[in-house]
């Protein structure tokens, strides 16, 4: 039997430590089998990117995920080093994205008195710009869709005016326009139902989505964010109002009646919103997009705890809504 020299033996095994770090990280839980695309916003566990996909591929055993700030940045607002880090650490969990969660059109509508809802804490570390910016914005989100190969770029409908209707056919025309934007280059933009927003509820959702006749326009869904507007039967009762091939995102987080009966939110599993029956409704439909967690609540003390408390009970509302 041959001899190993001691310097034969390190490169040996140099080169072999070298091959197992370039492999990708196989998850240790079991990867989750599901008519959904289940994910986690990734900040909601954790600004350091890299520990945000461990915990979502190694823990939750998910397949994707959805980007909205990291390394104490708004995606936004990466640097081109950053974004291949980013990639990198995304192949390196396996990962795919679902989405750019992009701040566009979370600004004050032109004209309109200023928005009592518009608040820096909403923007998830992204400047607030102006609306004469937002055309910048909506470019910037396209490139990034594109760098991080996905079809989707999330938006808003301004922040909330106390009467909308003097502006609404304004409105609806951008959200229009920015969506033909969009389409003409493979991207869907898809608009969150937001409680700071013109949109907020499952029936401005419906009445936006009617409005706004165009299949490069779709809904992201969040129920929560509905309750926290006060319309407490979003599910199921606003929910049948909302055409239904128009959504093509889901955020997952729910919201309760707390101290002196101002809705909070609170973990997935308690709350306003039947997330069996959220799931259930969805299958039914025949669903295959995004079912995304976006915590919010922060009772567990820190974000990461609160997203691990608030994704075992979204994990199993899908399990009894045999999802996964």
């Not at 974004?83 to 566009?104: F, G, R, W």
Request: glycine residues 6%; contains cysteine; negative net charge.
């Amino acid at each position: 039997m041959s001899s190993y020299s001691r310097r034969e033996f390190l490169t040996v095994a140099g080169a072999a430590t070298a091959l197992w770090s370039s492999l990708p990280v196989l998850s240790a839980a079991q990867v989750l089998k599901s008519p959904f695309r289940v994910a986690v916003i990734n900040d909601e566990i954790s600004q350091d990117f890299d520990h945000a996909c461990f915990v979502a591929a190694h823990d939750f055993g998910m397949s994707w995920i959805e980007l909205r700030g990291m390394w104490g940045k708004n995606v936004m607002d990466l640097d081109a080093a950053q974004i291949n880090e980013a990639k990198a650490i995304l192949s390196k969990y396996n990962l795919k994205v679902t989405d750019i969660a992009s701040p566009l059109f979370k600004t004050d509508w032109p004209g309109a008195p200023r928005s009592q809802y518009g608040s820096k804490e909403d923007m998830h570390g992204a400047p607030e710009v102006t609306f004469k910016q937002q055309d910048e914005v909506l470019e910037r989100s396209i490139s990034l869709a594109k760098q991080f190969d996905t079809g989707k770029v999330r938006c808003f409908d301004f922040w909330r005016l106390d009467d909308v209707a003097p502006h609404r056919q304004a409105i609806d025309d951008k959200l229009r326009s920015a969506a033909e934007t969009c389409g003409k280059q493979g991207i869907l933009l898809v608009l969150e139902n937001e409680f700071a927003c013109n949109t907020a509820t499952g029936r401005e959702a419906a009445r936006t989505m009617n409005a706004v006749q165009t299949p490069n326009l779709a809904l992201n869904w969040d129920p929560g964010n509905a309750v926290m507007r006060n319309e407490l039967d979003a599910f199921p009762v606003a929910w049948e109002l909302i055409p239904k091939n128009r959504i093509h995102h889901c955020h997952c987080k729910n919201a309760i009646k707390g101290a002196g009966d101002k809705i909070e939110w609170a973990p997935v599993d308690k709350g306003y919103i039947d997330w069996a029956g959220q799931f259930r409704a969805l299958k039914q439909m025949g669903y295959h997009d995004a079912v995304s967690l976006e915590t919010h609540w922060h009772g567990g003390g820190t974000p990461e705890q609160s997203t691990r408390i608030s994704w075992a009970g979204m994990k199993s509302a899908l399990e009894s809504a045999k999802a996964i």
